[in-house]
Structures are given as C-alpha cells and as structure tokens.
C-alpha cells in the first residue's frame, strides 16, 4: 500500500507530484505529502485526510518552488493517520528527505540502536528510521549510503530519496514493493504504478528487486546492491490513458462494472483460434496437461473468491482435484505440494504481499507456478513460472468488478482446455460451452442496463444493519463474492453463508425483515435451495433471489427475484454477480459512502 512519486527535470515538481500522487490514491488515503527542493531549501507539506487537502494548503503546489521533489499517498501501517506520520520523513538536519512504499519488519531494532546513538524520532513510522540510517551513513555519496542501508533493512520497500547537497539527483530502490521509472520530455519521474507516469511518458522501466536507479533530468543510471552499473530494458505501455479517467461517470467503480462485457470479450478472444482454446502463455504440452493430478489455487479477496468458483469449474469439468487457499493461510501452514501439481495465484494487481510470498513459497517446494494476472509486469507476473494475463485493463475502484470478472473467464477457459484435452468434453460440447461465452458480453451489458429496476431495490435498504448471501455450490462462490461487494463499500455487515449451513448457526440471527439474498442458479440444487429460502421466510426475512431466467419456482419463496438470462451452468457466477455487484454499488450510494476509496481498505496491499 502508500503511493510514492518522484521527478526531477525542469518543470516545477509539485503540480507533477501532486497529480501523480492523485493517480496512486487508490494505493492508500489516509494522509499525503510532498517535499520540493529548489536548491536552497527543502519544502515540506503534508496533510491527514484526502489529497484534496494538501493540494489546496499548497495552492495545487503553486506554493512549493523547486524542480525535484517526492510525494506519497499513505495508507497507514506504523503509527495512526497524522500530520506527523505521513510522508515524507526526513534526517535529523533536514538534508535527506524519504517516502517510502513498504514495511521495514526490524524497524524496532534499527530504531532503538539509532536512539543509543543520539538520533530522535518525531513520528512513529518504520520510514523514519530509513532516514536517520540513511543520516548514518551518509559520507558524501548517496549511492553508498543507499545500500548501507538496504544491508541492514529487513522487509519491503520502494522509496525515493532526496539528498539536499545532490540537487540535480533523485534516487529510486526497490525490495518487494513496486516501483517504476521514466523519462519526460524535460525530467525523469518514479511511481509506485504506471497512471502516475501515462500523462508523461509511455516507455517506463520496472524497477526490480535491490535496484537503485540514480535519476537526474537527462539520465537514468541503474545499479545493483553492490553498487555496480546494471541494463535495464525499457517497456512500452499501450494502454489508453483514458482507461484510467472516469469517462463521465460518477464513480469508477461504475465505470468499471460497465467495462465487464469488454474485459470478458478481451480476455477470451484471442485465446478462441478456429474453434479451439488455444492459450500458449500456458507453456503446457498437451501430455503435460493430462498429467495434472491436482490444482491448489491461492489468492486473496475478491480473486481468492474466483478460486472458488473456479474450484467447481476445474473439478466438474475436467475432473481435476481442486484445493482453494487463501494465501495468508497457504503461506504460513507448510502446504504439502505433491508431484503432478499444478499452482495458480490469481491476483489483480500481481503485487498482493501474501500472494507473491504463497508463489515464493510453492516454487520452493517444486510447484509449476501459473499466475493469473492483470498487471502487465507486475512481480507476481514475472516471477510465475507462466503467466497468463486477464485483459481487464486497468482498475482504480477499490472494490474489484471488471478484473474478478476477467479472472473468471480465464478459469473457464483453462478448465475448458483441460477437459477438452483431457477427453472429458468432446469437440460439440466445447464448441457449445464457446458460444455460451461468447454470449456473455451482450448477457451482461443487458443485466447492467437494468440498473434503475436495482438502485430502486437498493434505496428500501439503505438502513439494512444485516444482509445474508446464501447459496449451494457455484451459488456459494457468488454468494461470497456478492456479500464481499456489499460490505467493503457500504459498511452493512453481510455474510455469505452455504444455504445448508444456515440451520447450523446464522438461522438464528434471522429477524423479522433481515434481508437474505438467494442465489439460485445450478439447476441440480434448485429445490434444496428452495427449502433454505422458506426456511429463512417463514422465520421473517424478505428473500431476494437471484436466478436463471425459466426458475419461475423460485419466486413461490422469495419477496423480489432478479433473473439472469441462461447460459452454461459453469458460467453463471458471470452474470448473477452483476446484480450483487450493482446492489452493493447502490447501497453504498444511497448511504453517502466514498465508493472508489471505502474507507481503511486499499487496492494494492502490498504489506502482509
Ligand atoms: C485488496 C483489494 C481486493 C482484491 C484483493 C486481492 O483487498 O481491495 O479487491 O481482491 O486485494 O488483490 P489482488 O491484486 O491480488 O487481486
């Protein structure tokens, strides 16, 4: 989490600062700051609350002179939201100046050996200690100091480093938190992710682990941790710069749920060759297919969610074994990882901390790591084994929706693959599940247009204290998926519960008019789930269902149902997850909530 940003060149540095960092707010909220140097002094301002806050006490950073400057977007670790807590931090006499991404573990140690030695702590950050170590050892050359410190720092960083008696030079070092850099048409800029640089320039260097890039207004020099010059290559982006503005509507989030037809359509067609699923990033001989004994899939949030959908899919389709983990559980509980397994890591962002320690962790133990990833060079992307890249583009909202869809249609499409190869679905039976895909770009735009008919719903349950989600099998997967969306940004407690579980516990909490929300979509469970909705009804609750288009049963136990057009029955979590996508999104509205950021949550969670 934090959003860092740097530029030196010839272009007043705030005003760049402060739109990069707007960019990287959905990195964390909480506080901003930015430091300028103009080569006499370094102006610091920093500000609890939204950026807005820090760009008007600084006039949209009219009132910090300078060509070279940091900024960072906080979401707080270390220390509680604050003035004084937020970045940037600096040494003692205030001739070095830090952000930092990350979390320094030993920071505790560091910090009470550099109290032993005189050096006083103003906030009560991990980052602060960067600077005074930095203070430490800095002899006159930044570079050596630099790594001094990444020597004695344990954990995750990528930080951007003023020293006020360099002032034509930035310095940029990476550990396991993102980092790019770039050059402008006058200057060179860093950024925690692409959006903050776009505006700038399109060909950017992914900085990797224990770099350090020395950044001036014509050069970039790059050096590993023991000081020695090191190539780099250069990416090119294309995405659209639009794809990261809000286009007109009022939310991104909004924006993006719109964006769902295309995503799936971009994720499945070019892996759709001649009527056969062809996915080469897969790296997978077909006899290589056939000998997948079992898959673990490892995730968190809402692509944890996917995994276990995808777990049906995998598991009903092509008769694999499937084990689903969240990676903060998978990574400390020493997994047994059997010879013929196959790992996915399903990760939006592909920077997820635990999810890249759960990859780290299976390759150790021989795992042939598939990442599933929507970041183009992301760290999770580059160090699975294969990858194979859900197109969603970019996502700013918070709360997932076009890339967990995304994620969805390349479990189909794998699973698709594997049963196909496997003998499991004959060539009529893929052909069918294709057009069934191709079917659902049109099958959502028409479930998102049907918005009002759920903002209506929504608005009678604006002050809703509790919302259950229940469902059977894939239902269940949607259930935690949809229960997920509307907590997050609404701030109603929800949960999802398997139907047939309720009568082991959360029946009781069922009142008169508590909200349960049916998904009903697997026709093989229809009457069971059936018994679970009058059971909760004839206990008080107004069921909502949501079910496929010919269940016309299902309103015989529901107050309000909500139809999905029919498709495969391995595809429906697609569309049922629209209208839970959309009454969480209107809840959260009709509450006042601050949609695209809730609050205490960030997007990329890059600490454990
Ligand atoms: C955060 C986001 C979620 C996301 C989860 C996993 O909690 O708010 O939307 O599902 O992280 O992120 P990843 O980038 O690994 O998919």
Redo the contacts with the bound molecule.
């Keep these: 989490m934090c959003g860092i940003v740097g530029y030196v060149g010839e272009s007043q540095a705030a005003p760049i600062l402060l739109e990069g960092l707007a960019k990287l707010e959905y990195r964390g909220y909480d506080s901003a700051g930015i430091a300028v140097y103009d080569g006499v002094q370094v102006y610091m301002k920093k500000a609890m609350g939204r950026l807005k806050v820090l760009s008007e006490l600084t006039h949209d950073g009219e009132l910090m002179p300078g060509t070279i400057g940091i900024g960072h977007t906080r979401w707080a670790t270390h220390g509680a939201p604050s003035d004084t807590n937020a970045h940037p931090h600096f040494n003692k006499d205030e001739s070095i100046v830090v952000v930092h991404n990350g979390i320094i573990e030993n920071y505790l140690k560091l910090k009470k050996r550099l109290t032993e030695k005189g050096y006083e702590f103003v906030s009560e950050t991990d980052t602060e200690v960067i600077a005074h170590l930095l203070d430490y050892y800095y002899k006159g050359d930044p570079l050596e100091a630099i790594t001094k410190v990444m020597h004695r720092m344990e954990g995750s960083y990528a930080l951007g480093i003023l020293f006020s008696d360099h002032p034509a030079e930035l310095y940029a070092v990476r550990k396991d938190s993102p980092l790019i850099v770039g050059h402008t048409k006058d200057g060179s800029i860093i950024a925690s992710d692409v959006p903050a640089v776009l505006r700038y320039t399109r060909d950017v260097v992914f900085i990797q682990n224990e770099e350090i890039v020395r950044l001036t207004k014509e050069n970039m020099e790059f050096y590993n941790i023991d000081e020695e010059p090191i190539k780099k290559e250069t990416t090119h982006i294309e995405w659209d710069v639009n794809a990261a503005e809000k286009g007109g509507y009022e939310h991104f989030m909004l924006k993006e749920m719109y964006e769902q037809p295309k995503a799936i359509l971009d994720t499945f067609s070019p892996r759709i060759k001649d009527g056969q699923i062809v996915i080469e990033e897969l790296g997978m001989s077909d006899e290589e297919i056939k000998s997948i004994k079992k898959i673990m899939i490892v995730?968190?949030?809402?692509?944890y969610h996917v995994g276990m959908t995808a777990k049906y899919v995998y598991e009903g389709l092509a008769r694999i074994p499937v084990e689903v983990d969240l990676a903060s559980e998978f990574r400390y509980r020493d997994p047994i990882i059997e010879e013929g397994t196959l790992l996915l890591i399903?990760?939006?962002?592909?920077?997820?901390a635990d999810?890249l320690a759960a990859l780290r962790e299976a390759q150790e133990k021989g795992a042939r790591v598939l990442g599933i990833v929507n970041v183009v060079g992301s760290s999770i992307a580059r160090e699975a084994d294969n990858v194979m890249y859900t197109w969603a583009g970019p996502e700013i909202a918070?709360?997932?929706t076009k890339?967990y869809t995304a994620q969805l249609i390349a479990q189909y499409l794998l699973a698709m693959k594997f049963a196909h190869v496997r003998g499991l679905l004959d060539d009529m039976g893929l052909a069918g599940m294709i057009e069934d895909l191709k079917k659902l770009p049109a099958q959502v735009e028409m479930l998102l247009n049907n918005k009002n008919r759920i903002q209506r719903f929504a608005n009678r349950y604006l002050g809703a204290k509790d919302i259950f989600f229940i469902g059977r099998g894939i239902d269940h997967a949607i259930s935690l998926e949809g229960s997920l969306k509307m907590k997050e940004i609404s701030y109603v407690h929800s949960e999802a519960y398997a139907a047939g579980e309720m009568k082991h516990g959360t029946i009781s909490l069922i009142e008169e008019g508590t909200l349960v929300t049916a998904v009903l979509t697997q026709e093989a469970l229809y009457k069971k789930m059936i018994s679970n909705m009058v059971e909760v009804r004839t206990r008080g609750a107004f069921v909502m269902s949501v079910t496929n288009v010919d269940n016309t049963e299902a309103e015989r136990a529901s107050d309000y149902v909500i139809y999905i057009p029919k498709t495969n029955k391995y595809f429906t979590n697609s569309l049922a997850i629209i209208p839970l996508q959309l009454f969480g999104y209107y809840v959260a509205v009709g509450r006042g909530c601050d949609v695209d950021k809730p609050r205490n949550?960030?997007?990329?969670?890059t600490v454990e």
Aim: aromatic share 0%.
């Design positions: 995730a968190c949030g809402s692509a399903i990760s939006q962002s592909g920077e997820t999810s918070v709360a997932t890339a949550l960030a997007k990329s969670v």
